[in-house]
């Protein structure tokens, strides 16, 4: 087995990836690569890298290429590993290129110009993935939280029998359910072949990292100062709770996908028009 790491992030080029500024440059069947990688998961444990570099500054559809690279490299450089709030089992690190010479056979999909292909095409599949993630870690903050109500007891009851426990346990299981079902339906659709499951993984990843980040922190609410202390479990999940809204792509980034697909979408459904109020049709902005 082979752990493979993913290069597309940059110090100003994180959820605009159009903005990279690695370079990747032609030299006879060679290319010579030359930047920096932020925010690389798994870094340094991993044996391969897909790397994202421009190769062609001048266009804006095939501006972008993707390699593999091995870490052995000469001019592949692991940078610092990053001291982080949550998620501390993985090393996150900085890629160093300095005149990293590669054969063009490292180019992923065999050409050049599919780097932001491949790019959008993989966080379609990594995206439920991290929605996936989520709901678990909201499943196990759920579990202790509503074992801890049952067990724990002030005012000589348990706080289970308190009528805002259980609203909070309620509300929380009923997220918890939602968004599980939802990175169903966006994994079946992708074992289906879907053809446009980009809004589908961007509302399970949005809708189910938010949820983790509500559910760890009211079960840290329901801990009370337990749910602070890391002698217990609970403080972990909601540290690791966060940087799901943030990796591959982050929910406002999610939302700007889902809304612009609706819109797109929306072509669809010209039928509709004739219940449309006829002076809004006709408006200049419509």
Known sequence: ETLIAFGLSEKNAGSDAGGMRT??????????????????????????????????????????SAFMLEKHMD??????VEDKM???AAPVVELHLKDLRVSKDTLLGGKAGLGFK??????????????????????GALE?????????RQFGQSLASFQMIQDMLAKMATKVEAARQLVYTAARAIDAGMPHVTKLAAMCK????????????????????????????????????KITQIYEGTN????????RNLIKESGQLEFLKEYIPTEVQDSPLS
């Open 75 to 80: 001019g592949f450089n692991i940078g610092k």
């Open 118 to 139: 491949h790019a959008m095409m993989t966080l379609d599949m990594a995206r439920p993935g991290v929605a996936a993630q989520a709901v678990g870690l909201a499943q």
């Open 144 to 152: 202790y939280a509503t074992v801890y109500a049952t067990q724990r």
């Open 206 to 241: 949005s809708y189910a990292t938010d949820v983790a980040m509500e559910v760890t922190t009211d079960a840290v609410q329901i801990f009370g100062g337990y749910g602070f202390m890391r002698d217990y479990p609970i403080e972990k999940y909601m540290r690791d709770a």
């Open 23 to 64: 370079l990747a440059k032609a030299d006879g069947d060679d290319y010579v690569i030359n930047g920096e990688k932020k925010w690389c998961t798994n870094g340094g444990a991993a044996n391969l890298y897909t790397v994202f570099a421009v190769t062609d500054p001048n266009s804006r559809s095939r501006r972008i």
């Open 86 to 88: 949550g998620i501390r």
């Open 252 to 259: 406002q980034i999610q939302r700007v996908v889902i809304a």
